[in-house]
């Protein structure tokens, strides 16, 4: 399915597709449903897993929060009792400074990448994360050492290099719409759209993906492997739905992303939300967002409650 | 935004008519100076110094206007022997011409009150102040036995000079033309020229050890063939008055005369050029033609920013000009969607182009951002936290920018050795993120954001060199509330940036139309 390759797309174009561009995300979702001071709920990873935790969403385990540079004498008691664990900065952007160990045996580390880190190496990573170097705006940062997640078994063929997630992006705390993003051999390992990983849309009722979009434009089969990414079928999607809520619910933001990864274990797992989530989402569901918004908005206030939610993520998904 | 608007439009008409109903009041004259100045360049790096006229309490330039096609221009600045000069090189061989325009504001009652230096003379103004040159020949045995023949009469030094004036003024006899112009020639002849007589006086009060300099000016008075006239001035105590052996002043000028060069006859002075011509021209300008500042103070008059010196004026058009370039900046960022470094890193780098010559500010900014890089990844070895890891960049990015400064003067590739005032914090942060967006997103996304950085920068600095536009701000500073409702528009945006036109094309046309599993 290669529509004749164009350069650009008309507004109006655009408009009658319904997308929704970062302005009109800004102006008119973000800004009016996100209150400012419920932003650190989400961009501090930290808290974030709190608030999962006090409301059983499922989290991966926090082994470690480094939050002093004093901390980083004991690290190696610290990592001891785990071979594999990841350090992450609380409030990291699009992946960086993530650092994924997958054995050790207590003075170097190798990375699931491929890297070998001494202990003075993983050390001055972590004072770097504490610096906030990785940090939204630079301001210091504190580090998580958590859980690995073992790669669930469902998308062994199409994720090269790194674990898929799953993007969720909820409006009023109903799914709007949702993705399926794999990393590739360009995005390193990283399920970041912008940085090269490929993404599928997600039928919202089923769970089963359609459609992608890789380096912006539209794509039907892995970039490196070449199976395709059509069809597949997320396991229990059905709770990974109603954790989405839950967390929207819990962090108040009307409009929110929320990401998760699969372990093979326990089923979805909440990475990450996000208060200004990406657009890529559209070219992945080949749709714009915003008939599914102002759908949502028609709605009557009774309808944003418990299980009724699901009769409307029925009924967006026909849009 | 409505209101922004109108504000601003009433805010330009209030000020606009409460400057048609001022009036000059009796006595008062408005001015016109023109200098026409043309010259030849054989070589590169020629300079000429054009002094303007000083602001004295009758006196004030309101406006000015100087063109100098091709030639680059240092800050003005008052030099240390209180001139304000306008300091230009040539980059290329040639011929040049400079027109300035001033308008003078005269008034006969002292109301201004010029800021100059205050308090005792700096010893080498002192030393310059009571040298000998080659035609005021302080030690020349004319001018000793001159001072020998009068040195019977007076004691104090008030009575000395007054004795000196009054043998410049009288004894000498007026020797037209061909009289010599040098104080030697002049006393040893006992005829001088108008430059002579006060050189003759200056050489008098400096071998009798007392500090003297001479001050050219115009006298301000309708006159066909305006010619820049010689007066001295001596310090007493710590003030320097005014003596015009020539005319006959002393103690005080008359307040139609103004001045331009102190310690110098030349008002455009040049060295490495040629065929040096200058014209003056001085023309009576209608009242109401200009200055605002013809009444008593008053306390609105905080918001007349043409008020304020003419030094003044040229950083606060800059200012003024800067929220253009936010706002340039911001049609980038949320209508066209090109992504730089740092919000306003663009905003910043132009203003400080416009600042220095603009050539020697690309220069330099490659060059720092080519070697911060270099040492930014060398630096990545010693595995530094980052506040000092920022501050070892820094340390860099300060040293390289005087060096090249200094490089760049010594092989006379800068038009001037005027440091170039980078934004020093911005460069470093530019380099921090450069490197790591380098590292981290690849280098073709960095870059990209790079290229939108210099375009970005670009655009700032086409408005920010926009010399009337900062002008007529500083007249009507209220017309930013125009630039305010711009910025509210703009900000109330929420249609597509272009780059979604792109980012976004697989989404239309047909060929996306459902397709569903």
Redesign the interface.
């Known amino acids: 399915?290669?529509?004749?390759r164009?350069?650009?797309?008309?507004?109006r174009?655009?408009r009658r597709?319904g997308?929704l561009?970062?302005?009109?995300r800004?102006?008119?979702y973000v800004l009016p449903h996100n209150r400012r001071g419920h932003y650190p709920r989400v961009d501090d990873k930290a808290l974030t897993k709190r608030i999962c935790e006090s409301k059983g969403i499922p989290v991966p385990k926090t082994y470690a929060l480094v939050e002093r540079y004093g901390d980083l004498a004991r690290l190696p008691e610290m990592l001891d009792s785990q071979r594999q664990f990841v350090v992450k900065p609380a409030r990291g952007s699009e992946g960086?400074g993530i650092v994924v160990v997958a054995d050790h045996d207590g003075n170097t580390f190798s990375t699931a990448g491929g890297r070998t880190l001494t202990l003075?190496d993983l050390r001055?990573h972590l004072?770097?994360v504490l610096?906030?170097?990785y940090s939204l705006g630079g301001q210091p940062d504190r580090a998580i050492v958590e859980q690995r997640i073992v790669r669930h078994p469902a998308f062994e063929t199409v994720a090269v290099g790194g674990t898929p997630d799953i993007r969720i992006i909820l409006y009023r705390t109903v799914p709007v719409m949702a993705m399926l993003r794999l990393p590739t051999a360009a995005s390193r390992g990283r399920a970041n759209l912008?940085?090269g990983a490929v993404a599928a849309g997600v039928?919202l009722r089923?769970g089963?993906?359609?459609?992608g979009?890789c380096q912006?434009?539209?794509v039907s089969e892995h970039p490196d492997t070449g199976a395709s990414i059509?069809?597949l079928m997320v396991p229990c999607w059905d709770r990974l739905l109603a954790a989405a809520m839950d967390l929207a619910e819990a962090v108040e933001l009307g409009y929110v992303g929320v990401d998760f990864v699969l372990d093979s274990t326990v089923g979805p797992v909440v990475l990450e939300a996000n208060a200004r989530p990406g657009?890529g989402i559209?070219?992945a569901n080949?749709?714009?967002l915003v008939p599914r918004l102002e759908f949502l908005d028609r709605q009557p206030e009774a309808m944003f409650r418990g299980e009724l939610r699901h009769e409307l993520i029925a009924r967006l998904a026909e849009l | 935004m409505a209101a922004l608007v109108i504000a601003g439009a009433l805010g330009v008409a209030l000020r606009a008519s409460g400057r048609r109903e001022l009036h000059l009041l009796d006595g008062d004259s408005v001015w016109r100076l023109t200098y026409d100045v043309r010259f030849d360049v054989e070589r590169p790096g020629a300079r000429i110094r054009v002094a303007l006229p000083a602001d004295t309490p009758h006196s004030r330039v309101f406006r000015q206007d100087v063109s100098y096609s091709d030639l680059t221009a240092e800050r003005m600045r008052p030099s240390r022997s209180e001139s304000r000069e306008l300091s230009l090189s040539a980059v290329r061989a040639g011929e040049y011409r400079i027109v300035a325009r001033l308008d003078l504001h005269l008034c006969r009652e002292a109301r201004w009150q010029p800021n100059g230096p205050v308090g005792p003379l700096r010893a080498d103004d002192r030393a310059q102040a009571l040298r000998a040159t080659p035609t005021i020949q302080v030690n020349s045995p004319a001018v000793e036995n001159t001072l020998r023949s009068l040195r019977n009469a007076p004691g104090r030094s008030a009575d000395l000079v007054h004795a000196l004036f009054e043998f410049c003024a009288f004894e000498l006899e007026p020797g037209g033309d061909t009289a010599p112009d040098d104080a030697a020639g002049a006393l040893e002849t006992g005829r001088a020229g108008p430059l002579g007589r006060v050189r003759a006086f200056v050489a008098l009060c400096r071998a009798s050890k007392m500090a003297a300099r001479l001050v050219t000016g115009f006298e301000i008075r309708e006159t066909a063939g305006l010619r820049p006239h010689t007066w001295a001035e001596v310090l007493v105590g710590e003030a320097w008055v005014p003596y015009d052996p020539e005319n006959g002043y002393s103690g005080e000028m008359p307040h139609r005369f103004v001045p331009v060069r102190r310690d110098g006859v030349e008002i455009v002075h040049t060295s490495g050029a040629r065929d040096l011509e200058a014209s003056y021209a001085l023309m009576r300008l209608p009242p109401g033609s200009g200055p605002w500042a013809s009444r008593p103070r008053h306390v609105l008059d905080i918001l007349d920013l043409t008020r304020l010196p003419l030094e003044v004026h040229q950083v606060l058009s800059l200012i003024l000009l800067l929220p253009l370039g936010a706002l340039v900046t911001s049609v980038f960022r949320t209508m066209i969607g090109i992504r730089t470094f740092g919000t306003f890193t663009p905003a910043l780098i132009a203003l400080s182009f416009v600042f220095a010559d603009w050539r020697t500010g690309v220069l330099v900014f490659a060059a720092v951002l080519a070697l911060g890089l270099a040492s930014r990844s060398l630096l990545e070895r010693l595995k530094l936290l980052m506040v000092p890891r920022l501050s070892v960049v820094l340390t860099l990015v300060v040293l390289s920018i005087v060096f090249l400064v200094s490089v760049l003067d010594y092989y006379g590739l800068t038009p001037s050795a005027q440091a170039v005032l980078l934004p020093m914090v911005i460069l470093t942060m530019t380099v921090e993120r450069f490197y790591v967006t380098t590292e981290e997103d690849g280098v073709r996304f960095a870059l990209q954001l790079l290229g939108g950085t210099v375009l970005v920068a670009f655009c700032c600095f086409l408005v920010l060199c926009w010399n009337r536009v900062g002008r007529m701000l500083l007249a009507y500073p209220e017309l930013h509330l125009f630039t305010l409702a711009a910025l509210v528009l703009v900000g109330r945006y929420t249609g597509y940036r272009l780059s979604e036109l792109w980012r976004f094309r697989d989404l239309a046309g047909p060929g996306s139309e459902d397709r569903r599993a």
């Open positions: 399915m290669s529509p004749g164009r350069w650009w797309a008309w507004p174009e655009l597709r997308v561009g970062l302005n009109g800004n102006g008119e960086r003075a001055y004072s770097t610096s906030g170097l912008h940085q039928d089923t089963r993906t359609f459609g979009v912006g434009r539209a059509d069809g657009l559209q070219v080949r749709r714009g």
